[in-house]
């Protein structure tokens, strides 16, 4: 059993089937816990996918120079996910903190934009 970078014990029963396009994420905080694990595991198919095509910039692969080590979700509510996501850069141990705004879009969730707080 592979334990899942957003923090769940196992991978293939929490991100990994959204991952490999197996389902979709119900909730805005279960698309922003596969958006996280995406970027830890250098998914950019993911990412792009979920990630609202109005935003989405060219290129979303991940920074190979940073090492994601965790997720925090503070709260969320009906479109919105506020996180602390930890990493490791050259520069030592650091944390994004981010508001985040999500919509449905043709019946699944995506990621729109977030305030980096």
Same mark, same amino acid.
């Given at each position: 059993m592979e334990t899942c970078p957003c923090g769940s014990a196992d991978y293939d029963a929490c991100c990994g089937p959204l991952h490999r396009g197996e389902r979709s994420a119900a909730t805005p905080e279960e698309l922003? *816990? /596969? *958006?996280? /694990?995406?970027f830890a595991k250098r998914d950019p198919f993911h990412l792009a996918r979920t990630w609202h095509p109005r935003t989405r910039p060219d290129d979303v692969s991940a920074d190979p120079s940073i090492r994601w080590t965790g997720l925090e979700i503070l709260g969320s509510a009906d479109d919105t996910v506020d996180f602390i996501a930890r990493y490791e850069d050259r520069e030592g141990p650091g944390e994004l903190r981010e508001h985040s705004r999500f919509a449905r879009r043709a019946g699944r969730w995506v990621y729109v934009d977030g305030d980096v707080l």
């Open positions: 922003m *816990r /596969s *958006r996280y /694990s995406a």
